[in-house]
């Protein structure tokens, strides 16, 4: 039997959904975007998503791929349980590699958790090597939360970013902070117009009228967890330096 790949396209996404509900079942406490956001600006409309599909045209692995400046956050997925799943990654990082070498990208970078044990061993035969790890935390919001106030000077808001003007001014920031993974302004509309952000907040600091720091709060209705991302400070405001941590944090209610 012989696997295919291809692009994701709109056809695939009932697919998709299984494959990423099936595994993440498989392996807790991993949860997956729906598929949908796959064919979002962030991966060129689905071009940047390879599929695997079998001699009966099952979806059976898929591996995305998301460029930063001179490295890619990428995946090799195959389906749980597949007998013959060692060819369908091989077939995937061929399709990564192939991409690695058009977008001149040095570094393909891996996310997975100790229990991936198939997965994990499958990069290392590639010759991927841990490096450092991501954590993901928790916080059980039915636990007493500490009151802080602001520094002087400062305020505390709920931003929707419901104008193009405060759009861009929560880019800039958010852009000089992660100059490594700039978002334009037509992947956020992408963003605000999926299901996370109808209940979404960006609680933001201000100086005035001068964004000082940033964190993006967001969750799926129906769902017990959400996530906080892209937490930042901007230079000359309370705290020194632009850094924070782009990578979702998780927290349950």
């Known amino acids: 039997m012989t696997f295919t790949i291809r692009t994701l396209v709109e056809a695939d996404t009932n697919a998709l959904d299984h494959l990423l509900q099936t595994y993440t079942r498989q392996y807790p406490p991993r949860i997956c975007m729906p598929a949908q956001f796959y064919l979002s600006p962030y991966f060129d409309g689905g071009q940047k998503i390879a599929c695997a599909f079998d001699g009966n045209g099952r979806l059976v692995g898929y591996a995305p791929y998301f460029a930063q400046g001179e490295h890619a956050w990428v995946e090799v997925m195959a389906l749980p349980g597949l007998d013959r799943h060692g060819e369908v990654r091989s077939a995937l990082w061929a399709w990564l590699v192939e991409q690695a070498m058009q977008g001149s990208q040095q570094q393909l970078l891996f996310q997975y958790y100790s229990n991936e044990d198939l997965a994990i061993r499958f990069v290392e035969q590639q010759g991927a090597q841990r490096r450092y790890s991501i954590f993901a935390m928790r916080r059980d ?113």
């Open 141 to 253: 919001l039915s636990l007493a939360i500490p009151t802080l106030s602001m520094p002087a000077g400062f305020s505390l808001r709920r931003w929707r970013l419901e104008s193009e003007a405060e759009q861009r001014q929560y880019l800039e920031g958010r852009n000089a902070c992660f100059p490594e993974a700039p978002t334009s302004l037509e992947e956020w509309l992408y963003f605000a117009s999926s299901p996370y952000w109808e209940q979404g907040i960006n609680m933001a600091a201000f100086a005035g009228e001068h964004l000082a720091a940033s964190v993006l709060v967001y969750w799926q209705s129906g769902s017990p967890t959400g996530s906080t991302e892209y937490v930042f400070t901007l230079p000359g405001s309370a705290a020194t330096g632009c850094r924070g941590c782009c990578w979702p944090r998780r927290w349950v209610t």
